[in-house]
Each structure stands twice: as structure tokens, then as C-alpha cells.
């Protein structure tokens, strides 16, 4: 794991600062292989990755791990900062896993989709760099670490707004840096409140403040006071909610999407996004899990909002981007309804959504930006008949879409089956509610596929958008194709093979409820 | 022989006396020549070097700046070796404190002298270009002014400030004290006038030494009325007679109320801090680097001094808690206030610098609420002195890259940072990791420093929020103020991430004004970049523990004096 989290910082680091050093010809050599050494190596971390997820028929079996319990640990803990307990933890266990292999997955495609960037030689390292600070949120068990990693992945992407976003770029990186910004500091109060209580527990010695970071050695006994812990609760809530991004702080996001280049909105929606959620899990529900059932209405509240909000707003863009970005914030809203439901199944969709969405929407996303580049235009209704010009890019939109309203067979289908499932076990009929929504959402797709991919005046030409001025549209480009046909594939086989991921995590999910849950549900006279 | 001090007391001042040496060489090293003197009577010329026409070597120009960073190079080198404490006399004391400080000092006063490399200053029979001058008349002026040959002032001035600061953190007696600050002082008002080159140089030193002076006139009085009261300066006595009487004479309150004017402007506290970015937007950036970092922890030096080891009380809240309070969040909000609106980025850099002195000020007030454990009034103790010793990294670091520009007399505007990023990718990648240590982004140093300082205030206030407390409104309310200095340093933190994140945006977005690649100098840019890794190195890894442990062991002996 810190192979895999510290090879492509240094990798992307290193490539992007030799040529800056080194003297004319060798910095020209450099920068011309640059992007190849980006993408070799992500490509090995995703093989690392694939066999280290897929070793269950080999030396580890993820289903045996108990919750708390992490693989591939490094047993020796090593000591960053001593004075104020900082220490390198790595480990992945059931809930983080399926989001490593996710996430090495998508970088090595999201190259692919951008292969001909201006600017090649910075571009890619800096997704490597990315790469690394979004694998060692996944996998570093250390919060002091875990909130470093956190705003590391601001910065490349940041830039990668910035430099190669579109025209409204400079206020839209701001906008996406001033938000995710000021929720993590939020969230940073939070862990800070949770570090100043630790060490009475574990009494950590040998540091200058008497406390650490370590997530292991953390519990919701160490706060005392119940109603600190729920404002830890509410402050980590604030932090990760922006990130994933629920109802009320959501406006950075078809910002940030709309301008970025069509790599930086593939990770932004395909890790970045659940990395909110993940920490949402591991942290704050982990942690509190009474907190988590005292607050249930807001959960409730912030997942539906997100759920009918997204979805309504969905109906009324016609830019493309923006469309699948409010789609985004709507799916965001499931996660937090299935995570409410308290149910093994709720929590395993939910889980499954982040990892359904996470192949789902960078398809969209490469397909809007291949839209984009052939194109030159994001508008639904300008262009009509794609079918006819470009077959490849219309298959895989409809793909796309299809995956994402939830077509039976297609990754997002399973997750959001088990939600609905698990959400009429816990508040019955108040399921038709979201069962609505998805209503809602197959029609602003359908409809802006009728317009987009097939209506057309003139059955052979379609209509052509301005912004091409005359030229005729060529299909996608063979790296374009090549990618979105692997995430299309892999959106029809984790459809129909959900199992691959799902049992690791309803596996988490059960435990996680039986263990933690359970034994505060008793106390409190519930029967669940 | 009778010297004045003995050779065991002589090693423990090494690296000042590398500086006493040095401030003799660099006046007698230039003025070197082929002088000689004829033996009256016979023809005998006996050489003496001094005076005549100078040898090639010494009448170059780059001399007296090669020579002081030889000096400062070996005074931080033997600060660094050095292991033996112990007393001079009765009015210095070496201790890991003192050394750590000097070591601090000397580091800054290196990054001015290799800033000052690439940027030499005035000759003083050149005027600085008039507006209605035209182009050609206002370049040779400024090459007039920047070739120079009378810098050998500059650097003696430099190394007195160096020798003035580094016996201040010996002082353990109060007129010492003064006295050290003074030639400090003194010397930094000569330094900001030196900017010749540009009018508002000397009208920056003028508004520099009248505020300055009046401060420590101010200051003074304070230290008579102390007299008065006490009949002894020295720091050991005046704590032992603070500890002695039940309740706070006027006299002595009204005394230290005084003397905190004085370290109050040192520190740049509001509402003592105006003059302050008059002074660093018009002194060069070198110096503009030197008040911000060195000057300030003297400040730091004396207020610790003053109050935590001779008016803090053994138990109980000390008389200036609430007063140092108030300044401190007076000072980091007005600090970013400012700085938000400020369109000069030494300007901005001299308000983000108030408002770093207010969040140690925050800390020295959480210390004086009386509420803390030992180990917590040295959690915060550290978290000070660290941050004064990384400031010297990642602020000197921002003021080495306006130096840098300064060198093609740029650097004023924000307009003259505005697209830094495609002129010069790696020193705009490092004043950009300067600018988010200063806003405290983990993991780099600045986050660290404002962590631990953070740490320490809870710590201070923990156990005094109810723990009983069922709503979050309950605990709210049930905990100490000294609570809210940790919050409002986190507030600021966020606020000043906004002109921070500026000047990155200005560095990568805009277009540069004038697109030539920048100019080349080697140890400048060498120095920026060593600045920028440490500004990495020592937030996360050995290094900061390495840092984190001496300043510890500072503050171990600090505490126990």
C-alpha cells in the first residue's frame, strides 16, 4: 500500500520537476517521455492494484476480515512527527479496497482519454501526482495523514482547472478551492477535537502533546461529553458533505465540472467525489455510530434534497456537463438515504453506488468531453442525430446514461435496488419518494438522448450545432474509444456480476451494523 | 594578558565573536592596498596595506557581500556545533534559548546576505529616477544606484544587527536587554532607509526610526518606573520581587504596561503595528525579510521574557491576560483584514506577518489565563518558538523571490508577480508553497507550527468544557474563553487563505506583463529552492522532529531559569 500510494507522487513530483533543473536537452528528452512514464506507471500500480483486489482466490480472503481489522498493514507503525503523534498506517480492508482498485483504475484511462494535451509533460504527472493522494486517502489509517492526502488532491486538481479548465476557469477552480477548502478546515476541527481527546484512552507516550492521530486507536468512548461528539459528528459531517457534494453546498460542483478538462472531470466525479463519502464512513459513521442514528432526519433530509434537487435542476440544463454533474450531486443523495437506512443492505448499496458511480460518471464525463472536442459545443439541443455521425460516441453515451438512470443489468442498477430495498425496510412507505426521483431522472435522459443522439430532421444528416461552422464531425479518436469501452464493459459486467465487490461489502456493511450499531441500537431499546 | 572575558566564557559566544571578528575584517579587508610607508631617510618602503590604490581583489564591489556570508556562514556553522552553556558575566547567560534564537537570527541574516548578492545597494550620489525622467535616463540611474561600491556600509550594518540581536536573547538583565534591542533597532532603521533606489526607501526609514524611537522611549520609561519599583533590572530579581508581593503595584503594572508598548511595536502588534508595512514596502525585500522574521522574534525574546518568566504569577491568571488577548485577536484579524485588500505584495506579506504575531500573541495569552499544566504552557512555549524559527523559512522564502524580482526593479505590484508561473515554473511553484505554509496548509511547516500552537490553547482550556454536557450549546457555552483563541486563530487561518491563494492565482493564471525568462541568479534561485524543500522537510519527517526537539529543549531551559 505505500508502494502504491508513494510511487506516483514521487514518479509525477520527480517529472515534473527535473526538466525545470536539468539543463536544455535533457529536460527536452524528459518532457517528451514524460507522458509515457506517467502512464506505465500508473498501468503497473492498476496490475498491483487488480491482484492485490482480486487475491481472495489467492492468499487473502476479504470476506474474513472483522471490522477494524485491516490487510496488508504495515505492522511497524513509522513516526512522521513524533512530538505531535503522527505515524505512517496503511491498510485496506473491505470498505476501502473496491476504491483503491477504482481509483487505479480511472487514472490510467483518464490519461488515455486526455493522450494529446497540450502540454503533455505537466499534465499527466500531475494526474500521477493525483493518483497518489487519492490512493493514500483510501488507504492511510492516520488522520493527521489521512487530512493531508485530503488537500493534496486539491492542489493537481486545482491546477488542472486552472490551466486546462475552460473559458470561465479562473472563477470555477477558485469557486471548487475556496468551498472543498473551507469544508475540510471545518473538518479539520473536527478531527482536531477527536485528536485533543485521545491518549487518555490509549495513553500514547513519548509525544510532546499526549495525543495521536492513529484512526485504530480511536473510539467514540474517548469523547465524553455526548454533545461534543455530536458536534465532532456535525463539523465531519460539514467536511465531507461539501465533498461529495450533498444539497446545501453543492454549487461548486457543475462549476468545477463544466470548466475542468475532461480527465480532471472523470476523476472529480469518479474518486474525488466518493472520497466524501468514504470519509463520511469510515470517520464520522465508524466513529459515532450513535451520533449517526441521533441524526438520522438530517441524513434523510440532506440525501432526499440532493436526490429531488439534482434530479429536478438535471431536467432543466441543456449543457451537457452540467446535466451529468447535477445527475452526480443526485446520486451523491442515495449514498447518504442508503447510509441512513442503517440496514447491512442500505449501507452495502450505498457502498456499491460510490463504486458504480465511480465507473459510471467518468464515462459520462469522457463521453461529454469527446462531445466537447468533436464537436466544440456542451449544448443538449444544438446538435441532433449523432448516430448518424458518430456511432462509436453515440453507443457509448447511451450506454452511459442508460447506466446511470439505473437500467436493470448495469452497475448502477444493483446499488440502487438495494438502497430502495433497504430503505422501505426501515421507513416503508416513505420509499416512493426516491423511487420517484428515478422516475425523474429517466426522463431527463431520455429525453436528451431522443434530442441528442436520434431525433432528426433529415434521417441522414441530423443537425449539425454552429460551433462546428460547416465541417463535418469526425467520430471519437482510437485513446477516446479505447477507454470508454473499457469503463462501458466494465459497467455491463459489474451489472451483471455485482458480486465481484458487492459481498466484501454487505459483508463490511453487516459487520459494521452487527457490531457497532447493534450494541448502541440494544442499549437505546431499539429493535432493528 | 587580561582579557576581558576568559577563554571558557569566550567558546561559549563563538558565533558572536565570528561576528566581532568579522565586522573588523569587512572594514579592514576593502580599504585594503598598495600603500607603503618610506622609512624616513633611507628608501625602505615598508608595505602596510591600508590605504592607496586598492588591489584588484579588494576594490571588488562583490567583496564585502562574499565576506559577510563567510562570516554568517561560519557563525551558524558554530551555532549549530556548539554544546557548552553557561554564564558571561551578570547580564548574559547562553542557554539552548539563547543559542536556538541566535541560531535563528544568523540563519536570517545568511538569506538577507545571499538575497543582497544579485541586488546590491545604493550609492549614495545617485539620485533614484524622477517620474518625468525618460526611459533610457531612468535605467542608467538604476544601474548607477545597483552597481555599487559602497556597500561594505550595508553589511557592516547587517552584521551589527546580528551581533545586537543574538546578545539579546543572552540578556538576562533588562538594560542588557534594552541596549541590544537598541543597536538592533537602530541598525534595521539605517537598513530600511538603504533602499535607495526607490523614493519611498528613505521616507519608510524616516516613518521606521520616528515610530520606532518613540516606541522605545516609551519603552524606557516603562523600564525606569520597573527601577523604581524594584531597584534591580535583572530578570532573576524582578521575578523573585514579582513572586514576593501579594497584589500588583500600579507602579510595576503601569511599568510592564509600558515596556509592552515598546515589544508590541517590535512584534508588529496592533494598534502598534502601522508603521510597520510603511517600513516593509519601502525597504528592499531582503530587509523587508529580515523585520519580518529576525526583528520579530526579538520581540518575541523580550515579551517572553517580560512575561512569562517574570510577571507570570504560579497560579492564577496573570494581570495581562485579558489585555494580551484582545491585542492578539485584534492583530490577526486586522492583520488579514488588510493584508485581503493590499494590492503590493510586501505589503500584504508585512499584514500577513502582523497577523502571524497575532496568533503568537494568542498563544502568549492562552500561557497568562493561568489555566494550563506545565506541560501545556510548554506545548504553547514551543509552538511559538517554532513557528518564529520556520518563519524564517517559508517568509524570508517569499521575500527572496520579491527579491528576485527586485533585481529587474519589479516586485512592488501584484502586477509584477502576474504570470511568474511561465517566466520561471520553479520559483513560482516555491513562492506558491511559501504562500500555503503561511496560510498553514499541512503538511508543510507552517501548518505544523500553527497546529502545535493550536494544540497547546485546547490543551490549556481542555477539561473545561462541561463534560457532562448533553447538546452541543451546553459545552459551548460551558468552556473557557481562552477556548475561543484557538478558534479564532483557525478563523483567521481560513480568511487568510484568500490573499494567500491570490498571489498563486496571479502566478498562473495572468499573463505576464513582460515575458522575458527572469534574470539569472544562481544563489538566489539556489536559496529559494533550499528554502522551498525545507519548507516541506521540516513540516513532516525527521527533520521537524529534529527541529521540534531542540526548540523543546529551548523551552526546557527557558522555563527552568
Given at each position: 500500500m505505500t508502494i502504491l500510494t508513494l510511487t506516483p507522487i514521487a514518479v509525477g513530483l520527480l517529472l515534473l520537476i527535473l526538466p525545470q533543473l536539468l539543463p536544455g536537452k535533457l529536460a527536452l528528452s524528459i518532457r517528451k517521455f514524460s507522458r509515457n512514464v506517467s502512464f506505465g506507471v500508473s498501468m503497473a500500480l492498476f496490475a498491483f492494484a487488480t491482484y492485490l483486489s482480486f487475491t481472495?482466490?489467492?492468499?487473502?480472503?476479504?470476506?474474513d476480515i472483522n471490522m477494524g481489522e485491516y490487510e496488508l498493514m504495515n505492522d511497524k507503525p513509522v513516526t512522521l512527527i513524533s512530538s505531535i503523534g503522527v505515524s505512517w498506517i496503511v491498510g485496506v480492508d473491505a470498505l476501502s479496497l473496491p476504491m483503491v482498485w477504482l481509483t487505479a483504475l480511472l487514472i490510467p484511462l483518464s490519461m488515455l482519454v486526455e493522450w494529446d494535451a497540450k502540454e503533455g509533460h505537466i499534465f499527466h504527472p500531475l494526474i500521477l501526482v493525483m493518483e497518489g493522494a487519492l490512493l493514500g486517502v483510501f488507504v492511510v489509517l492516520d488522520l493527521f495523514v489521512f487530512y493531508v492526502f485530503w488537500e493534496m488532491t486539491l492542489i493537481p486538481m486545482f491546477f488542472l482547472i486552472l490551466v486546462?479548465?475552460?473559458?470561465d476557469r479562473k472563477y470555477a477552480s477558485m469557486k471548487f478551492f475556496i468551498y472543498t477548502f473551507t469544508a475540510s478546515v471545518i473538518m479539520l476541527v473536527g478531527i482536531l477535537i477527536m485528536y485533543f481527546h485521545t491518549g487518555d484512552v490509549s495513553g500514547v507516550s513519548g509525544t510532546l502533546t499526549g495525543h495521536h492521530f492513529s484512526l485504530i486507536e480511536m473510539n467514540s468512548e474517548m469523547i465524553q461529553s455526548e454533545g461534543l461528539r455530536h458536534l465532532v459528528w456535525i463539523l465531519l459531517l460539514i467536511g465531507f458533505a461539501t465533498k461529495m457534494p450533498s444539497v446545501p453546498v453543492h454549487t461548486w460542483l457543475p462549476d468545477a465540472h463544466v470548466q475542468a478538462p475532461t480527465a480532471g472531470s472523470m476523476l472529480l466525479a469518479g474518486v474525488m467525489l466518493k472520497m466524501g463519502a468514504y470519509g463520511f464512513l469510515r470517520v464520522a459513521v465508524s466513529l459515532f455510530p450513535e451520533s449517526t442514528v441521533v441524526f438520522t432526519p438530517i441524513l434523510i433530509i440532506l440525501g432526499m434534497a440532493s436526490l429531488v434537487y439534482g434530479a429536478l435542476v438535471c431536467m432543466g440544463q441543456t449543457n451537457l456537463k452540467r446535466m451529468v454533474a447535477y445527475s452526480s450531486v443526485s446520486h451523491m443523495g442515495l449514498i447518504f438515504l442508503g447510509i441512513a437506512t442503517m440496514q447491512p443492505l442500505g449501507i452495502a448499496g450505498a457502498l456499491f453506488m460510490m463504486f458504480a458511480h465511480g465507473i459510471i460518471s467518468p464515462l459520462l464525463f469522457a463521453v461529454a468531453g469527446a462531445f466537447k472536442h468533436h464537436y466544440h459545443t456542451l449544448e443538449i439541443g444544438s446538435m441532433r442525430g449523432i448516430a448518424h455521425h458518430s456511432p462509436y460516441l453515440a453507443a457509448h453515451m447511451m450506454l452511459g446514461w442508460m447506466g446511470s438512470l439505473g437500467l436493470p443489468l448495469l452497475a448502477g442498477f444493483v446499488a440502487e435496488v438495494a438502497i430502495m430495498i433497504a430503505f422501505w425496510m426501515s421507513f416503508g412507505w416513505l420509499v416512493i419518494l426516491p423511487a420517484l426521483t428515478l422516475i425523474i431522472t429517466a426522463v431527463y435522459y431520455l429525453t436528451s438522448m431522443q434530442k441528442t443522439i436520434f431525433e432528426s430532421n433529415d434521417r441522414h444528416h441530423g443537425i449539425l450545432p454552429e460551433s462546428l461552422h460547416g465541417e463535418e464531425p469526425r467520430d471519437i479518436t482510437w485513446n477516446e474509444n479505447t477507454s470508454m469501452f473499457i469503463l462501458g464493459i466494465l459497467t455491463i459486467a459489474f451489472g451483471i456480476f455485482p458480486f465481484i465487490f458487492f459481498d466484501m461489502m454487505s459483508d463490511w456493511s453487516s459487520e459494521f451494523v452487527s457490531e457497532v450499531l447493534l450494541s448502541y441500537l440494544i442499549e437505546q431499546g431499539v429493535r432493528p | 594578558m587580561n582579557l576581558p572575558i576568559n577563554s571558557s566564557e569566550a567558546e561559549l559566544v563563538i558565533p558572536e565573536l565570528i561576528m566581532l571578528f568579522g565586522l573588523i575584517c569587512i572594514i579592514l579587508i576593502p580599504n585594503l592596498g598598495n600603500a607603503s610607508f618610506r622609512i624616513p631617510l633611507t628608501r625602505i618602503h615598508v608595505p602596510v596595506f591600508i590605504g592607496g590604490s586598492r588591489f584588484k581583489r579588494t576594490s571588488n564591489p562583490k567583496l564585502p557581500n562574499q565576506v559577510s556570508l563567510i562570516i554568517f556562514t561560519f557563525a551558524l556553522f558554530f551555532g549549530l556545533m556548539q554544546n557548552s552553556y553557561g554564564t558571561i558575566g551578570d547580564t548574559l547567560e547562553v542557554t539552548e534559548f539563547s543559542r536556538l534564537f541566535s541560531l535563528i537570527f544568523i540563519a536570517a541574516l545568511l538569506l538577507a546576505t545571499i538575497a543582497t548578492t544579485h541586488r546590491l545597494p545604493a550609492r549614495p550620489n545617485v539620485k533614484p529616477p524622477n517620474d518625468d525622467d525618460s526611459e533610457n535616463i531612468s535605467t542608467k540611474k538604476i544601474n548607477a544606484l545597483i552597481d555599487n561600491r559602497r556597500q561594505v556600509d550595508f553589511h557592516i550594518i547587517l552584521i551589527m544587527v546580528g551581533l545586537g540581536m543574538s546578545l539579546m536573547s543572552m540578556a538576562t538583565h533588562l538594560f542588557m536587554l534594552f541596549v541590544c534591542i537598541e543597536l538592533a533597532s537602530l541598525s534595521s532603521y539605517i537598513l530600511v532607509a538603504f533602499h535607495k533606489e526607490s523614493k519611498v526607501g528613505g521616507e519608510a526609514g524616516m516613518k521606521y526610526f520616528i515610530v520606532g524611537s518613540v516606541a522605545s522611549a516609551v519603552g524606557i520609561y516603562g523600564m525606569s518606573l520597573l527601577y523604581l519599583w524594584s531597584g534591580d533590572l535583572s530578570l532573576d530579581a524582578l521575578s523573585i520581587k514579582w513572586a514576593e508581593s501579594s497584589s500588583i503595584d500600579p507602579l510595576a503594572g503601569i511599568a510592564v504596561g509600558l515596556m509592552l508598548v515598546a515589544f508590541g511595536f517590535k512584534v508588529g502588534a496592533?494598534?502598534?503595528?502601522?508603521?510597520a508595512p510603511d517600513a516593509y514596502s519601502g525597504a528592499s525585500s531582503p530587509i523587508a525579510g529580515l523585520l519580518a522574521t529576525a526583528s520579530k522574534a526579538m520581540g518575541f525574546v523580550a515579551l517572553m521574557r517580560i512575561l512569562v518568566s517574570v510577571t507570570m504569577p504560579i497560579e492564577g491568571e496573570a494581570f495581562w491576560y485579558t489585555a494580551i488577548a484582545i491585542i492578539a485577536v485584534v492583530t490577526m484579524t486586522w492583520g488579514n483584514l488588510a493584508a485581503l485588500t493590499s494590492s503590493n505584495p510586501k505589503r500584504m506579506l508585512a499584514y500577513s506577518s502582523v497577523s502571524h504575531a497575532g496568533y503568537m500573541l494568542a498563544g502568549l495569552a492562552a500561557i497568562g489565563s493561568g489555566l494550563g499544566s506545565e506541560e501545556a504552557i510548554e506545548l504553547v512555549l514551543t509552538a511559538i518558538v517554532f513557528h518564529l524559527a520556520v518563519l524564517v523559512i517559508f517568509k524570508f522564502g517569499a521575500f527572496l523571490v520579491l527579491s528576485l524580482l527586485e533585481t529587474e526593479d519589479r516586485g512592488h505590484r501584484l502586477e509584477d508577480l502576474h504570470g511568474l508561473a511561465r517566466r520561471d515554473p520553479l520559483v513560482a511553484g516555491s513562492m506558491f508553497l511559501f504562500m500555503l505554509s503561511l496560510a498553514g496548509v499541512p503538511p508543510l511547516s507552517g501548518f505544523l507550527s500553527k497546529f502545535l500552537m493550536i494544540n497547546g490553547i485546547v490543551n490549556i482550556s481542555a477539561g473545561t468544557g462541561a463534560s457532562d454536557a448533553t447538546s452541543v450549546l451546553d459545552w459551548l457555552t460551558s468552556v473557557e474563553p481562552v477556548f475561543w483563541l484557538a478558534f479564532a486563530i483557525v478563523i483567521n487561518s481560513a480568511l487568510s487563505m484568500f490573499y494567500y491563494l491570490r498571489i498563486g492565482l496571479v502566478m498562473f493564471f495572468e499573463e505576464p506583463e513582460d515575458s522575458r525568462a527572469m534574470k539569472d541568479a544562481f544563489s538566489l534561485r539556489l536559496a529559494i529552492v533550499v528554502c522551498a524543500i525545507l519548507t516541506v522537510i521540516v513540516g513532516i519527517g525527521p527533520l521537524s522532529d529534529s527541529l521540534l526537539e531542540m526548540v523543546a529543549d529551548a523551552i526546557n531551559s527557558f522555563v527552568s531559569n
Open positions: 481472495t482466490f489467492g492468499g487473502i480472503d476479504w470476506l486546462w479548465g475552460g473559458e | 496592533a494598534p502598534f503595528h502601522l508603521a
